[in-house]
């Protein structure tokens, strides 16, 4: 259901492709469908979930703006842990600011950030000695870009925002849990904390109706309705980036390997993974010098088909730079 197969139906959309680092996005939409052009996909680049940057389909960001949007100062505090921040009844004023005051029509988070640091109600700001001026809280004024309308350039590896354009988004009362069903129907079975991992700060109720399967031997869930059916074959050999909603079950289920799992999934700067058969069995790495790209594979030698992964750098090497780069695999 997540595409992997290129059945084009991009229903992982309602997800997001996750754009951390940059160009994760890319690899991830190159891995299941031809089409790479926004316009024609009506993606845009918002951060959205855990503030971070999010490929969506424009028709999505209602949703995600109704279900993110903090109903009470505790869901707000999960938008800047251990600031003890409150104040959510002045989120609107926040989100309107940063509408009335955006600087010219693109500007970065820090240019924004000044803009309406100043301006912006003290229970969301903090003082900062280094720079001697209020900041609103990090995760606070990317949640407000979100409710306020404000879209990211479509690459870059800075955070490059574009002026909100037409009226401001309306405020809509909590709705169905739409972000966990979608959630659950392509990533599950899962546990709750799987979900709630992937989710961040919003809201975990109500839950929608769930039922228990047991996954070598562990209790897992499903969404009520949620048939078990025979799965095709897996792609043989996959390169996903970081953080691909492919890898957002329980990470033993995805990677039995703790020693791979362990080298997967890092607080900062997580490799790639590699995927055979349907498991992760290593992670990868890429850079580039002049005109090559190499892919550096660290994976069981003899585990990785080797034409399917030259197959999956020449792929990295279109999605990053068309036809002027060469791809280089190195096993490790």
Do not use: N
Not at 25 to 45: E, I
Not at 85 to 104: M, N, W, Y
Request: hydrophobic letters at 40%; a neutral charge.
């Amino acid at each position: 259901m997540q595409g992997l197969h290129r059945d084009e139906r991009l229903d992982v959309l309602a997800l997001g492709l996750q754009d951390t680092p940059p160009g994760s996005a890319a690899v991830s939409l190159a891995q299941r469908t031809t089409r790479r052009d926004h316009d024609a996909l009506d993606a845009v680049r918002v951060l959205s979930l855990r503030g971070a940057p999010h490929l969506h389909r424009r028709a999505d960001l209602p949703v995600l703006r109704r279900e993110l949007r903090p109903r009470s100062d505790a869901q707000l505090a999960e938008w800047a842990p251990g600031h003890g921040v409150t104040g959510v009844e002045h989120v609107d004023a926040l989100v309107e600011l940063i509408r009335s005051e955006f600087p010219g029509d693109t500007a970065t988070k820090g240019e924004l950030s000044a803009a309406v640091g100043s301006r912006a109600p003290r229970e969301l700001t903090r003082w900062c000695e280094g720079c001697g001026a209020e900041h609103v809280l990090d995760g606070v004024f990317r949640l407000c870009t979100l409710l306020a309308g404000v879209e990211l350039e479509p690459a870059g590896s800075r955070l490059v925002f574009r002026r909100p354009q037409g009226p401001p988004p309306p405020v809509e009362p909590p709705g169905e849990p739409t972000l966990l069903t979608a959630y659950l129907r392509l990533v599950g079975p899962v546990t709750r904390q799987d979900a709630r991992t992937w989710l961040g700060a919003g809201p975990r109720d109500p839950w929608p109706e769930l039922r228990s399967v047991v996954v070598d031997e562990r209790v897992l869930l499903l969404l009520h309705d949620a048939g078990l059916l025979p799965a095709p074959d897996p792609p043989r050999v996959l390169l996903l980036p970081p953080r691909d909603p492919y890898l957002l079950g329980p990470r033993w289920l995805v990677a039995p390997d703790a020693d791979v799992a362990r080298r997967l999934w890092r607080p900062v700067g997580s490799p790639g993974a590699v995927v055979v058969d349907g498991v992760v069995t290593g992670t990868w790495r890429s850079s580039t010098t002049g005109r090559t790209m190499t892919v550096e594979v660290d994976a069981p030698r003899g585990t990785t088909p080797r034409r399917e992964l030259a197959a999956q750098a020449e792929l990295l090497a279109h999605v990053r730079g068309a036809d002027a780069l060469e791809p280089h695999v190195v096993v490790v």
